[in-house]
Each structure stands twice: as structure tokens, then as C-alpha cells.
């Protein structure tokens, strides 16, 4: 006997696509333009969310404008302020009503046209959908700084992915509403969405050259991102540490006895001529314990800010409405 088909069964998922911006006047018509496109080649309800993180140029106007002319299906969040790209991304999530929410950077370097191939992959019934870029066009730097954390967020989550720098991601509702639900102030959201996914997978992407503007993760950006990452998934680095010091501690005690039977064997003359070395290896101590204690300041630091429970942004102005329901 065949099963009923509930009329549930047959409705396409509804998508949401979140899309912090800053200062990404130059690319944002084409940006609207081929999400657009993309959104409605797929014949499903949608809307898209572009998050302002302060934009100090015209995207603030360019958002606007977009809400107006594309009524139902762009809705602009403007914040009062630059917050960062992932807390922007958490307030286009509290914004969403989709069944399934993709993220995407406005900068252009991931194809609007993947939306379609990563919500296709969601469902299938993927908690999380990720990314890898193929024939990255970024320096070799940025290259080889993802590939070492790529590896160490594999190792410490226990999660196989490959690409956790790549934006173009989606998401089940359930996921993006249990992420809601966690008020931490560090917020790296590819682990933090991968924290409650009973499944994941991944598709590779193209990958493209910017056409125009900057990249807005300059050097000390992209360190503070790494520190984000480090601390909002693990206390790795803290067990770490209390490993390196006893491994220094007992070096420096057996480096003692060394020198103490050394100087029994050759006389006071030997110890005298390695005075320097001594030196130089007390301050190699000195020095790892700064590291372990900026380390440590990194996380107290992090507590202290989840302590106050400020806001992880403020919403200034809401511009456009969603056809979408809750």
C-alpha cells in the first residue's frame, strides 16, 4: 500500500540570504542583481537581508534604495555603528524567517549563483551546508594562514571540514535558532553553527577575484578573528600551557643539575664562562610566561565582555518587509 503524501511534503523550503555589508558601494548593484536573479530562478518564496556594519560610503543609501524598489523581498538592517562581520550576520539572523538561511559576503569573490547549489545540498536534509573555494584568488598569505587554521578547527572540534574562512554557508532554521540562543560576545558562527549539527557537508565553490574595492580584513582584523576562533571553541590552548610549564620546569631543573655537576667536574671556572647563557635562558622563561599570560588575559578578557551581557549590536533603522512568515 503507498504512503500518504502530507501537503507539507511538496512545499519548497522558503530561503533567507544574509549579506553583511561595509563600504561595499561598488559591488552592491551587481550584488543585488545577481542575488536576485539567483533567488528567483529557484522558484521558492525568499528574501534577502543586507545587514549596514556602519558603512561609512553610500551603501547605507544603496540598501535603502533596494528595500524600496524591491518591496517583500529585500529587507535592509542598518547597525549605528562598525560591529564586526559575525555579529552582523547574527543580527540579519534575528531578522530571517526562512526554513533555510544562507550566508554570503558582499564582496563578490563567491558567486551569488553557488546560493542555489548549497540550498540544493541543504535539502537533502544537511544541518549545515559549508564551502571550500576552488583556485582561491587571494594572497599566499591569506592561503597559508587559512590552511593552518582550517587544520587546527578540524582537530579541536572533530568536525571534517575543510574551508571555515569561506561565508557562503547554509543553515537549518533549527540550527540558526539554537545559534540565537548563545549570548557570547566572540562569536566565530561556522563552529558555533557546527556545535549543534547532528549532520554537515560540503561542496566546493568557485571562487573569484575581487573587481572592486578592498579587502576590509587587514593584518590585525585577521588576528583578532583568529583569537575569536581560538577561544570561542576550545580551552585547548589553557591545557596547553599547563603542559609547556611543567616541560619548562623540568628542563630548567635538570639544566641545573647539569651545570651544578659540571662545576663539581671542571671547577668554579667552567660555571663562570656560562654566565650569558644563563641569562639567555632566563629570559626565554620570562618570555613564555608572557605568552601564558597573554593567553590567559585573552580569555579572561572574553569572560569579562559575556559578564556584561552588552549588546552584540544595535539596530538603528529597519528598512523593507518580508513576504515570509514566521
Known sequence: MKAMQSPMDDRKSTISVVIPVFNEEKNLKELLDRCLKTC????????????????????????KEGAAQYPGQIIGLLLNRNYGQHSAIMAGFEQTRGDIVVTLDADLQNPPE????????????????????????????????????????????????????????????????????????????????????????????????RSAGDSKYGL???????????????????????????????LGV?????????????????AAAGVFTLFAILFIFIGAQFLAMGLLGEYIGRIYSDVRARPRYFVEETVGTTNLKD
Not at 126 to 131: N, S
Not at 254 to 270: A, C, E, K, T
Request: glycine share 6%.
Open 40 to 63: 528567483m530562478e529557484m522558484r521558492r518564496e525568499f528574501e534577502i537581508v543586507l545587514v549596514d556594519d556602519g558603512s561609512s560610503d553610500g551603501s547605507r543609501n544603496m540598501i
Open 254 to 270: 635538570g639544566f641545573g643539575i647539569f651545570l651544578f655537576v659540571m662545576r663539581l667536574i671542571y671547577g668554579p671556572d667552567w
Open 220 to 250: 590585525w582584523k585577521l588576528i583578532n578573528l583568529q583569537f575569536d576562533l581560538l577561544t570561542s571553541m576550545t580551552t585547548f590552548p589553557l591545557r596547553l600551557l599547563n603542559v609547556l610549564g611543567a616541560l619548562i620546569s623540568a
Open 114 to 209: 553557488e546560493i542555489a547549489r548549497v540550498v540544493a545540498k541543504a535539502d537533502e536534509g544537511f544541518d549545515v551546508v559549508g564551502t571550500v573555494r576552488m583556485s582561491r584568488r587571494d594572497t599566499f598569505f591569506r592561503r597559508a594562514a587559512s590552511h593552518m587554521v582550517n587544520r587546527v578547527v578540524r582537530m579541536s572540534t572533530g568536525v571534517d571540514m575543510h574551508d571555515y574562512g569561506c561565508m557562503l554557508r547554509a543553515y537549518h532554521r533549527r540550527i540558526v535558532e539554537a545559534m540565537l540562543q548563545c549570548h557570547e560576545r566572540s562569536t566565530f558562527i561556522p563552529v558555533l553553527a557546527n556545535s549543534f549539527a547532528a549532520r554537515t557537508a560540503e561542496i566546493d565553490v568557485h571562487h573569484a577575484k
